[in-house]
T-cell receptor, first 111, second 114 residues
Framework: LAKTTQPISMDSYEGQEVNITCSHN???????ITWYQQFPSQGPRFIIQ???TKVTNEVASLFIPADRKSSTLSLPRVSLSDTAVYYC????????????FGGGTRLMVKP | EAQVTQNPRYLITVTGKKLTVTCSQN?????MSWYRQDPGLGLRQIYY???????DKGDVPEGYKVSRKEKRNFPLILESPSPNQTSLYFCASSRHSDGYNEQFFGPGTRLTVL
């Protein structure tokens, strides 16, 4: 399973764009990259998923370079409510795999 | 409403007293798993189940048991709890057992073992 590395914490201000990078140097050919968001005392929730290039939804964008050894979650114009822990998860679409979350990045958005 | 439920949400117990944390999902998901979350350690998978009667160990299975007799339920059993099992526990489910499918998490169970 691909190991992931993320910054432990980041600070930002309301209205700014935030980019959180996840490193996964030993990603396998068929691995997908998924990001989850977790608020205090709640379970994580799915934000976005991708395989290569760029994916965008109503919440975020995910940028994946050609070598796929890293990925960047981009949150446009963050607000105080985006303060949370963000997890990068790399796993293959094949049955029987244990899923491993990394340590996550604690994002603090300040007014 | 599609959801994963856990009970109890909060539990304080004493060392050695057997306990069960229940988990149930109403989405007909094949895959269910249990995680524990401790400060500074992120989410660590305890056990997972790919379908009824199919379970396997995750990263930190010691001291825990699970069973999957029905598709919707996946209880976590602590036969003899110890203080180092004090943690926040999450149950999760997904349609299939792979990294492609979105995992749906329960609200969490905060367990304190004295």
């Amino acid at each position: 399973l691909a190991k992931t590395t993320q910054p432990i914490s980041m600070d930002s201000y309301e209205g700014q764009e935030v980019n959180i990078t996840c490193s996964h140097n030993n990603i396998a050919t068929n691995d997908y990259i998924t990001w989850y968001q977790q608020f205090p005392s709640q379970g994580p929730r799915f934000i976005i998923q991708g395989y290569k290039t760029k994916v965008t939804n109503e919440v975020a964008s995910l940028f994946i370079p050609a070598d796929r050894k890293s990925s960047t979650l981009s949150l446009p114009r963050v607000s105080l409510s985006d303060t949370a822990v963000y997890y990068c998860l790399v796993a293959p679409p094949s049955a029987g795999n244990m899923l491993t979350f990394g340590g996550g990045t604690r994002l603090m958005v300040k007014p | 409403e599609a959801q994963v439920t856990q009970n109890p949400r909060y539990l304080i117990t004493v060392t050695g007293k057997k306990l069960t944390v229940t988990c149930s999902q109403n989405m007909n998901h094949e895959y269910m798993s249990w995680y524990r979350q401790d400060p500074g350690l992120g989410l660590r998978q305890i056990y997972y189940s790919m379908n009824v009667e199919v379970t396997d160990k995750g990263d930190v299975p010691e001291g825990y048991k699970v069973s999957r007799k029905e598709k919707r339920n996946f209880p976590l059993i602590l036969e003899s709890p110890s203080p180092n099992q004090t943690s926040l526990y999450f149950c999760a489910s997904s349609r299939h057992s792979d990294g492609y499918n979105e995992q749906f998490f329960g609200p969490g169970t905060r367990l304190t073992v004295l």
